[in-house]
């Protein structure tokens, strides 16, 4: 049974570059907002290391510190960040919509603001969990720099583990690519690109037995699981490739969302099917994925929202 009724003209639902820099903007725009910033507040930039390819910080800044930066300027400007969740949506009929936060207590929302972001996939290995943000990454454009002319492996087989595969062999001296598979789930030209690069070596029919290392990746063990072979090679870098959930598991049934999860949006804007609630960052951004991108369509969201309200006022 839900608690108290309160009314909120913006209602941002996850943190993160998008969910803080949607807060930035619609705060300055006097639109009070009100930030539910999740389990993870700050997303997944709280879990890396140095994050060196987000303009401003010419020295680098860890992820958790650029979060926390972020966090203080959406308070400076008034943003109400509240460590809890949003645990049901009720995006039937207009706005105000019905939210529950932390299972009872029950909001109405002018405006909502998705930025849930999307969590990776991993391997369910320990080793990968201890040594997460110490060689082992799940963003070969984010972190691959830290290798360069170092050997790393990657895992995945489809057009995302190919693409990233190719970047890493731009800049370190070789790369194993480990597939599950006897074959590849990328489309033909990706497979081509892979194939035909020189330092890059596929191991089929391969599954991570162990990530080696204490303080950083030392290197990794694989089981060929047709023969049974154990292969350990010598590694500085550990790159898991296997995909994204979205976090948008409560929209469903309400929003338009494709077939993996990731919510819709009118090309160019932020706008989700349901008029007055606004989708940024990687819930609905399954291709670039970065802070950078996710903080410009925090942007667009807040934009797109404060325009909305005041279409509402003048009719």
């Not at 087989?157 to 370190?172: Q, R």
């Not at 807040?302 to 009719?315: C, G, P, S």
Request: aromatic share 8%; charged share 25%.
């Amino acid at each position: 049974m839900s608690e108290i009724i309160e009314h909120i003209e913006c209602l941002i639902i996850g943190s993160g570059p998008a969910g803080y820099t949607a807060a930035i903007y619609a705060a300055r725009a006097d639109m009070k907002p009100i930030m539910y910033a999740g389990m993870q507040p700050g997303g997944q930039l709280t879990i890396t290391t140095d994050v060196e390819n987000y303009p401003g910080y010419p020295d680098g800044i860890m992820g958790p510190e650029m979060m926390e930066l972020f966090r203080k300027q959406a308070e400076r400007f008034g943003t109400d960040v509240r460590y809890g969740m949003i645990t049901s949506v009720d995006f039937n009929g207009k706005a105000p919509f019905k939210v529950i936060a932390d299972e009872s207590k029950e909001l109405l929302a002018d405006t909502i603001i998705i930025a849930t972001g999307a969590s990776a996939k991993w391997l369910g290995i320990p080793s990968e969990e201890k040594l997460n943000g110490r060689g082992v990454s799940a963003c070969a454009v984010c972190d691959g720099f830290f290798f360069k002319g170092k050997e790393v492996a990657i895992v995945g087989a489809g057009d995302t583990a190919c693409e990233e595969a190719s970047y890493l062999a731009k800049i370190c001296s070789k790369v194993y690519m480990i597939v599950r598979r006897n074959e590849f789930r990328a489309s033909k030209a990706m497979q081509h690109r892979v194939l035909n690069t020189h330092n890059i070596e596929v191991l089929f029919n391969t599954e991570t037995d162990e990530i080696l290392g204490e303080e950083k990746v030392s290197g990794a063990r694989f089981k060929n699981h047709v023969t049974g072979e154990m292969t350990t090679v010598d590694l500085s870098g550990f790159f898991v490739a296997i995909g994204h959930h979205p976090n948008t598991d409560i929209f469903k049934g309400f929003l338009e969302m494709d077939e993996t999860g990731y919510l819709k949006t009118t090309p160019g804007t932020s706008k989700t099917n349901i008029e007055g609630v606004f989708a940024c960052g990687d819930a609905q951004d399954k291709v670039y994925r970065q802070a950078v991108t996710a903080a410009g369509s925090g942007c667009i969201a807040a934009l797109d929202a404060e325009r909305y309200l005041a279409a509402k006022a003048d009719y």
